[in-house]
């Protein structure tokens, strides 16, 4: 029976023979893809918050992106005069935002009141995503019960959010590096909370740093749960940083499994730029396949 050892010193020795050992090229680590249709690519507004609100989006409009991502309501005007969407809604400025989620009932008078004024400004303005946050642990609340508490607020916002035709997308943070405490941290919860809630207008923001981080395996959790996707995003991993040949993730071809789950939504780029944020923007469009 062939073994790994034997096989490997088949393959060398036959490659030899050929004249064909070290003729083959490694690829950049972050490939551009080629030949299939362009994702609708946005930026999000918070990795460049340093920069004034006008020259981001006209750095963003000028490199040719559609939409700017994570925008406050009072900035929807300025991101629209630049002939750029918001691809999605935050539904409140609150510091903790993310902290203070749907998983903990004492939380949801205070989110359900935000969504239900967001919504409807969201439908006006022609945005079709507002983001809500799983929240971070509390004491006496184990996953089981997050999800139920939040799959019961969700169901008392749903009928709002169908009635507008606004989604309302909750993202997976990874709870190793960025956001230690934070629940609903993987996948499966995600997806759980959808089930139960069982309304087209709640969905995930599968933020591909995050799951990278908590669980891998990025291109088949796409291929088996892209139902529940809405929303995308990208930074590279390790550090949240560009789209470049030093970081793990293969976005071409994750760009390509996304587009050919028949994906129609916005992918939004959420990297903390290193260098120049244009040409680190650039880069990130390019490799997605703008």
């Known amino acids: 029976m062939p073994t790994r050892r034997t096989f490997l010193k ?17 690829l950049p680590a972050s490939a551009p893809r080629r030949g299939i249709p362009p994702l609708r690519q946005s930026v999000c507004r918070w990795p460049f918050g340093g920069m004034p609100l006008d020259a981001f989006c006209t750095m963003v409009r000028d490199l040719g992106f559609g939409a700017v991502d994570l925008v406050d309501q009072g900035d929807w005007a300025t ?13 409140s400025p609150r510091r903790d935002f993310i902290a203070k989620g749907l998983n903990d009932p004492a939380n949801h008078a205070m989110i359900l009141a935000e969504l239900e004024s967001v919504i409807p400004a969201a439908q006006a303005a022609g945005i ?12 006496g609340i184990d996953d089981a019960a997050a999800i139920a508490n939040c799959a019961s607020a969700l169901a008392r916002i749903a009928p709002t959010a169908e009635r507008h035709g606004v989604t309302v997308i909750l993202e997976m943070l990874n709870s190793r590096v960025d956001h230690r405490g ?7 919860f995600g997806v759980a909370v959808c089930e139960r809630v069982g309304s087209p207008r709640v969905r995930l923001l599968y933020d591909i740093y995050h799951m990278q981080i908590m669980e891998g ?3 088949r959790t796409i291929r088996d749960n892209h139902q529940w996707f809405a929303h995308y995003h990208t930074a590279g991993n390790p550090g949240r940083n560009e789209l470049s040949a030093h970081q793990e993730l293969q976005y071409g071809a994750i760009a390509e499994a996304i587009v050919a789950t028949g994906f129609t939504g916005w992918l939004a780029h959420e990297f903390m730029p290193t260098g120049d944020a244009r040409a680190g923007l650039a880069q990130a469009r390019e490799v997605v396949g703008g």
């Open 10 to 26: 088949t393959t060398v020795a036959g490659v030899a023979a050929s004249g064909l050992a070290g003729a083959v090229a490694p």
């Open 79 to 91: 991101v629209r005069r630049h002939g750029l969407a918001v691809s999605t809604a935050n539904s």
């Open 128 to 139: 079709p995503n507002v983001i809500a946050m799983f929240g971070n642990r509390v004491d």
């Open 182 to 188: 934070f629940q609903g941290d993987t996948t499966p």
């Open 217 to 219: 395996d990025v291109i």
